[in-house]
């Protein structure tokens, strides 16, 4: 099976394409930086490089491709400025667009990151697997519900889109470790009656 996976020098596509070569695949990467990914995985990737605002996608990269992991996007740390949540969403779009774009007839099956930001932010019900998405006035989940709706566009073609929405992801060197000191030095809180 060949994969190809979009934004593999970010975060997760970082975990995710070392997770892959460790188990003998060589995965396709697709990403601004090529040479990045070359540092980190050697010749255990096949790296193409791509600039979405300015070139269109390089179909050389979805010769025999069967799989696609869509992780490329701007990242959703906080974007609580219009400016950014439109930066969120266009990023995502021009993605999607040149993806499909490049895919022609080629159906593939194709599993793109979201976020559970897309159920808004607030006091509510619970959410579950089965939650269904209603439409909502956070701002940022407006934009990334727009996002998932490009997306889910290379589904005309045939192939078959998944929508992945995952929650906060942290990774070796994120702000878990430097909270933990804040809190030793006594510069947090803790909500009523959770000590």
């Known amino acids: 099976m060949t994969i190809l996976i979009t934004g593999a020098t970010g975060l997760i596509g970082r975990a995710l394409t070392q997770s892959l ?3 003998g695949v060589r995965p396709r990467v697709v990403t601004r930086r090529p040479h990045r990914a070359l540092e980190v995985f050697d010749s255990r990737v096949m790296a ?4 979405p605002r300015t070139e269109p996608f390089p179909p050389e990269a979805l010769a025999g491709v069967e799989r ?13 400025t219009r400016v950014a949540r439109q930066r969120v969403v266009e990023s995502r ?3 999607a667009k040149a993806l499909a774009e490049a895919l022609g007839r080629q159906k593939v099956h ?3 990151a979201s976020s559970v930001g897309v159920y ?3 006091s509510g019900d619970p959410l579950t697997e089965s939650s269904a ?3 909502p006035r956070d701002k940022l989940a407006l934009a990334l519900l727009a996002a998932e709706e490009a997306v889910e566009q290379i589904a005309a073609n045939g192939s078959v889109v998944t929508s992945v929405r995952l929650g906060l992801v942290v ?3 994120g702000f878990l470790e430097p909270l933990r000191q804040l809190h030793a030095s006594g510069l947090t809180w803790s909500a009523p009656g959770r000590g």
């Open 110 to 112: 194709l599993l793109a």
């Open 21 to 23: 070569v460790d188990s």
């Open 120 to 122: 808004g932010f607030g």
């Open 171 to 173: 990774g070796p060197g």
């Open 48 to 51: 193409f490089e791509w600039h």
């Open 133 to 135: 998405v209603r439409r």
């Open 93 to 95: 779009r021009t993605v």
């Open 68 to 80: 696609i992991i869509h992780l490329m996007g701007e990242p959703l740390f906080a974007p609580t």
